[in-house]
C-alpha cells in the first residue's frame, strides 16, 4: 500500500468549474501536509499547505483537511486552462522533514 | 528576490561518465534536499542535510553522491551514469517555521547517451 494516494487522472473540468483533487494518507501520525502544481517539464511550485482540520483558503485554491478520515483535498474554483497541470499532495510523517509525495494528479482544463 | 538556483538545466553526459550537479540558494535554509524525478513518477528523494548533517535514504544508489561545503551550496556527483539515471534532479530547501515546506529549483535534466 502506498503511503500517499492519489488518483492519476486525468481529471478533465471545463473551463470556469471546480476542480476536486482528492489525496489519502496512511500514517495517522502526520502533521502537515502541502499541494504543489507542477507543469510538464517544470519543477513543483507550492499552491498550499494545512496543518490543522478544516479549510483553508488561498484565491481560487481552497485545502481540505480530515485527520479522522486521513484524507486531504485540494479545491480549484473558477478554473482555467492555465490551472492545466499534475497536482502533487505531499505530506510530512510524525517525526523528520522528509515529505512523502503522491503520483500527482494531472488536470486538464478545456476551454 | 530569494530563491533556489540549478545549474545546468540541461545535461548531457555519457555512460559512465561523471556528473556533477549544482544547487544554490539564497533563502537561508537550514535544509537542503536532492530529489530524482522520472517521467510521470512522484519525485523521489535521494538524500537531505540538515545543516551538514548528512542523511541518505536507504535506497539510493551508491552511484549517487552529495556534498554540502557550506549553507548555500549542495552537489549531487553522480560517479558513473548509466541510462536508467536519465531524469530530472530537483533541489528544494526547507523553510518556514518548521523548516519543512519545501522550495524547489528549476530543475536539471540529464541525459545519458
Known amino acids: 500500500q502506498k503511503e500517499v494516494e492519489q488518483n492519476s487522472g486525468p481529471l478533465s473540468v471545463p473551463e470556469g468549474a471546480i476542480a476536486s483533487l482528492n489525496c489519502t494518507y496512511s500514517?495517522?501520525?502526520?502533521?502537515?501536509f502541502f499541494w504543489y502544481r507542477q507543469y510538464s517539464g517544470k519543477s513543483p511550485e507550492l499552491i498550499m499547505f494545512?496543518?490543522?482540520?478544516g479549510d483553508k483558503e488561498d484565491g481560487r485554491f481552497t485545502a481540505q483537511l480530515n485527520k479522522a478520515s486521513q484524507y486531504v483535498s485540494l479545491l480549484i474554483r473558477d478554473s482555467q486552462p492555465s490551472d492545466s497541470a499534475t497536482y502533487l499532495c505531499?505530506?510530512?510523517?510524525?517525526?523528520?522533514?522528509?515529505?512523502?509525495f503522491g503520483g500527482g494528479t494531472r488536470v486538464l482544463v478545456k476551454p | 528576490d530569494a530563491m533556489v538556483i540549478q545549474n545546468p538545466r540541461y545535461q548531457v553526459t555519457q555512460f559512465g561518465k561523471p556528473v556533477t550537479l549544482s544547487c544554490s540558494q539564497t533563502l537561508n535554509h537550514n535544509v537542503m534536499y536532492w530529489y530524482q524525478q522520472k517521467s510521470s513518477q512522484a519525485p523521489k528523494l535521494l538524500f537531505h542535510y540538515y545543516d551538514k548533517d548528512f542523511n541518505n535514504e536507504a535506497d539510493t544508489p551508491d552511484n549517487f553522491q552529495s556534498r554540502r561545503p557550506n549553507t548555500s551550496f549542495c552537489f549531487l556527483d553522480i560517479r558513473s551514469p548509466g541510462l536508467g539515471d536519465a531524469a530530472m534532479y530537483l533541489c528544494?530547501?526547507?523553510?518556514?517555521?518548521?523548516?519543512?515546506?519545501?522550495?524547489f529549483g528549476p530543475g536539471t535534466r540529464l541525459l545519458v547517451l
Open positions: 494545512i496543518y490543522s482540520n
Open positions: 528544494a530547501t526547507g523553510g518556514g517555521p518548521l523548516q519543512e515546506t519545501q522550495y
Open positions: 500514517d495517522r501520525g502526520s502533521q502537515s
Open positions: 505531499a505530506v510530512k510523517g510524525a517525526a523528520g522533514n522528509k515529505l512523502t
